[in-house]
């Protein structure tokens, strides 16, 4: 596919000209599906119980707490707002929500590990509802954090922000991965390769992936209708990792701390939009 073509085209074709034909384009090219003006107001709908989820949960984050009380939590109100939890025998993860706790990187399991007081604990949610999916995650501090529980803390929220700025019509995909690798490294951080951003609304995962590292001007050329999750995990040491026993918790390989912050992204006409809004 010759990039520099396709984003001539692009330019000439108005928002309400021909979306169409982008999408048709897009869903050829790349699987990507486009998401119209009643998709995305549902995928908004879905977004605002996420971010009411998270909200929830870190009212009850104290030294104390297990992170199957976590779980039950978000089974609870999830179900209390008619949705369901994507996570939940999803290629048979047993839980409702990833609880990565301390080293954890990601896909954590709920259990009866008890958070302890300057522990660090992040809560990713992805309620399902009337068909539609968002995705989002917080890293949340258990009691008073130490200097490297708020330095790793800080230097995610900090990339999930700048990674964001990056979206906007014309922008490419890698643009996103420079900006979040460029504030993790000069930071003396490391970012996670294995896991990266992804679609979602119509399905939890969905084309295109989205790295948290790479280069500027590489990959995919951003246009309106594009939803997807950018999601950094940034560790406090190296970046490399290893899976646990149960085949789905990550952790890192030097036992350094890891944080991660998660939004769903919308490409609207002059920039972005995010659908799971929190503070």
């Known amino acids: ?29 790349y699987k990507i599906r486009l998401k119209e003006k009643q998709d995305i107001i549902s995928i908004k709908k879905a977004g605002r119980l996420t971010v009411d989820i998270l909200n929830l949960v870190e009212e009850y984050i104290k030294p104390g707490i297990t992170t199957n009380e976590i779980n039950d939590i978000v089974e609870e109100f999830t179900r209390k707002n008619k949705a369901v939890s994507a996570a939940l025998n999803y290629h048979g993860f047993p839980k409702s929500v990833c609880t990565s706790v301390n080293n954890v990187i990601c896909h954590g399991i709920p259990d009866d590990t008890i958070l302890k007081n300057g522990d660090i604990v992040n809560v990713d949610v992805t309620p399902i509802l009337d068909g539609y999916l968002a995705d989002a995650s917080k890293t949340l501090f258990v009691g008073s954090p130490g200097k490297d529980a708020q330095k790793i803390v800080s230097v995610a929220k900090e990339c999930l922000r700048l990674g ?43 084309p295109p992936q989205v790295p948290h590292f790479g280069q500027k001007g590489q990959g995919i050329p951003l246009v309106p209708g594009m939803v997807f999750t950018i999601e950094p995990m940034v560790n406090l040491g190296k970046h490399n990792l290893h899976i646990l026993s149960d085949n789905w918790t990550a952790v890192t390989d030097d036992g350094s701390l890891s944080a991660q912050y998660e939004q769903t992204v919308l490409v609207t006409d002059n920039g972005f939009e995010i659908l799971t809004p929190f503070d």
């Open 164 to 206: 964001v700025l990056q979206v906007k019509p014309g922008n490419r995909i890698g643009d996103i991965g420079y900006a979040i690798q460029t504030h993790a490294e000069g930071q003396g951080c490391s970012v996670v390769r294995e896991y990266v951003g992804h679609g979602v609304g119509f399905e939890f995962h969905e």
């Open 1 to 29: 596919m010759n990039y520099k073509k396709l984003k001539k085209k692009l330019r000439k074709i108005s928002p309400s000209h021909d979306f169409n034909n982008i999408k048709d384009k897009y869903a050829t090219l």
